[in-house]
């Protein structure tokens, strides 16, 4: 039986250079006159999964 690819996991992770995976945050689609600049510029950047989940998500991506 082949493995599947959790697509819902796919759309929503990206696997860095170094084999980490990241997350795109929340907060940043719409709204966004009411956000103070701080708090605009701190979801920039994609969250980095913990060591603890990469297991998880290895085992959902299987042909990553």
């Given amino acids: 039986m082949t493995l599947k ?3 819902w996991v796919a759309k929503r ?3 860095t ?3 980490k995976f990241k997350l795109g945050k929340s907060n ?3 709204l966004l006159s ?4 701080k708090a605009k ?3 920039n950047y994609g969250l980095i ?10 085992q ?3 042909h990553l």
């Fill in 28 to 30: 940043k689609r719409h």
């Fill in 49 to 58: 999964v913990s060591s603890v989940e990469v297991k998880k998500i290895t």
């Fill in 5 to 7: 690819t959790r697509k």
């Fill in 34 to 37: 009411n956000k103070s600049k």
């Fill in 60 to 62: 959902q991506l299987p």
């Fill in 17 to 19: 250079a170094s084999w």
């Fill in 41 to 43: 510029w701190r979801n």
């Fill in 13 to 15: 992770v990206t696997k």
